[in-house]
């Protein structure tokens, strides 16, 4: 074996993250489809790559595991255009990262997969949720009230951490138009990546 | 205003890993207690600063903000010893950072919040925290097996990011003795750290 190789589900925008960026870099990879609905990330198999029981996972040629999606991306962008050279631009990079993982993927992704992949009715989905998603997208919006990207103005590794779950944000049950700033970012940052829009016609 | 400003919770572990690495490095700062519990992140005035409504929250000498305990921690420390330079060194340090945003502090640090801060009984408390709280130290536990530290052998971010909350388990409702190689883990990265142990004697 003498590439990267990369197990996720492409269901999941925490790892199409990695594709997106692979594919952007022009690194080679093999894809490892691994469903989290089908609980493929806890077979003891899968567990012995990683405990935590999660993808993206990625594998180097020379057998070296690493996890966590903005983890990896850092990994593989490191030194390329998507990410800022300025050591603030990159602190401001890594705040929105975190922030990713923190409070919008914990909401969007975590709703869209109740509702959307496991069919739950919205009566069955916990009711913390959507406030929480909305609180998220509403930070979005006032943040591109007057920027075209995350940060620095340009495309980095931030836009390409929130868009991964944003885009599918109708599948969380949220209507962009309510966030029109956001809308508009997604389809720029979806057209800068080379990808169809997920995005559902207005 | 000539340096930084921290706005923190000193009963946060969050808030604690900035003032932990300021220290270390020696960055003189303002530290501006903020309490989570008396809601002052949700004032108009501090959603000015920060719109998410969290702390740490570190304000530049030139006015610049930083939020996110672990960009702040990069920020101060990039190119100190605790950030390793080996490119795949730095990516295990970033996974777990994220790793501990993501299924550490969302376990251990909310429990700990609702059963040591807001007194609740352990009945009122989502039940669902205590086995992810048990899942997330296990996990520790497995990879400090046959190791010192986190990352290559030698005190990173993700030590101090992991310690913050881990010392205080007992808060939370959790025992160490369960996780042995936790429990010494924690006293060294104390100990490293200069800190008084948190943990309660056995």
């Not at 705040?95 to 069955?124: C, G, M």
């Not at 998603?133 to 979005?140: K, P």
Request: a neutral charge; proline letters at 4%; hydrophobic letters at 45%.
């Amino acid at each position: 074996m003498t590439q990267l190789t990369i197990s996720g589900d492409s269901g999941s925008g925490n790892c199409l993250k990695v594709k997106f960026i692979a594919d952007r870099l022009g690194i080679p990879y093999r894809w490892i489809e691994t469903s989290v609905v089908k609980a493929e990330t806890r077979t003891a198999e899968f567990l012995a790559l990683n405990p935590a029981g999660q993808v993206p996972l990625v594998v180097l040629a020379d057998g070296r595991r690493l996890a966590q999606s903005n983890a990896i991306m850092l990994y593989l962008a490191e030194g390329s255009d998507l990410v800022p050279t300025d050591a603030f631009d990159r602190a401001l990079m890594f705040q929105w990262l975190f922030w990713e993982q923190y409070s919008h993927e914990t909401a969007i992704a975590v709703r869209r997969y109740h509702k959307f992949f496991l069919n739950k009715p919205d009566t069955e989905i916990d009711p913390a949720l959507m406030p929480k998603c909305e609180r998220a997208l509403a930070i979005m919006n006032d943040h591109l009230a007057a920027r075209t990207y995350f940060v620095a103005e340009r495309l980095s590794l931030a836009d390409v951490a929130l868009v991964a779950y944003t885009r599918f944000s109708h599948e969380a049950g949220l209507d962009l138009a309510h966030w029109p700033k956001v809308r508009a970012w997604v389809q720029r940052i979806e057209r800068d990546l080379g990808l169809k829009t997920a995005l559902p016609a207005t």
